[in-house]
């Protein structure tokens, strides 16, 4: 079984300061990770995703995470927030099945409501 | 491209009544999926289909809970009878096709029901 863990559930921070949202995840076997934002009202847009290779990886609005094996992390950043990164933002995972690919899937975390302050 | 529709957005009911969500996914997206997403949570998966066959209803309460695909383009769910605690977004999300591809996920923007 796999499972998400968003360890704040909500961040404030001011307008223009770096901000890092924390995502730990536990799986028996092989996942993707991604990070998708949910603007209020809205549905889920897909920030960026970690399939394999460099475990930097860089999404859309200027966010960027790291994928951490060891510590199996997928924590999210941004150096320079803005007022309209306001929003709530999960953190999944998608289980791999050996021989069949992803399972499409995804098993999301609870989510951090970023508060972005002027 | 069109995105994922879903009708109504917005949905007031008593408990013990009945209701329908539809969903229409991408074209050529051959999986869709249906998500509950309570109030200050994530969203949890209730059914999975591939073309018009479920992969994957484990989280689907099926005493209540039911959904087609029937031709293996638009989804309906169904409530019957609503509880309170169903009270909630009902997401629904098509990709590509399961087992290949990124495995992203497009979404839908939710229809939200209230059960009074």
């Known amino acids: 079984a796999q499972s998400v863990t968003q360890l704040d559930s909500q961040v404030p921070v001011f307008e223009e300061a770096p901000v890092e949202l924390r995502c730990n995840y536990s799986?028996?076997?092989?996942?993707?990770l991604f990070w998708y934002v949910q603007y209020p009202n809205q549905g889920l847009q897909l920030l960026l995703k970690?399939?394999?290779?460099?475990?930097l990886v860089k999404g859309i609005n200027g966010f960027e995470a790291e994928f951490n094996k060891s510590q199996t992390s997928f924590h999210l950043r941004k150096p320079s927030v803005h007022i309209s990164d306001t929003a709530e933002y999960f953190c999944?995972?998608?289980?791999?099945?050996?021989?069949?690919?992803?399972?499409?899937?995804?098993?999301f975390g609870q989510g951090t409501t970023l508060q972005v302050k002027p | 491209e069109a995105g994922v529709a879903q009708s109504p957005r917005y949905k007031i009911i008593e408990k013990r009544q009945s209701v329908a969500f539809w969903c229409n996914p991408i074209?050529?997206?051959?999986?869709l999926y249906w998500y509950q997403q309570i109030l200050g949570q994530g969203p949890k998966l209730l059914i999975q289909?591939?073309?018009?066959?479920?992969?994957?209803d484990s989280q689907l309460p099926k005493d209540r809970f039911s959904a087609e695909r029937l031709k293996g383009v638009d989804s309906t769910l169904k409530i019957q009878p609503a509880k309170l605690e169903d009270s909630a977004v009902y997401l629904c999300?098509?990709?590509?096709?399961?087992?290949?591809?990124?495995?992203?996920?497009?979404f839908g923007e939710g229809s939200r029901l209230t059960v009074l």
């Open positions: 999300a098509s990709s590509l096709i399961r087992g290949s591809g990124t495995g992203e996920l497009f």
């Open positions: 799986s028996s076997v092989s996942v993707y």
């Open positions: 970690y399939l394999s290779g460099s475990t």
């Open positions: 999944a995972v998608s289980p791999l099945i050996h021989g069949s690919g992803n399972t499409g899937k995804l098993i």
């Open positions: 074209s050529g997206h051959a999986t």
């Open positions: 289909f591939q073309n018009n066959g479920v992969v994957d």
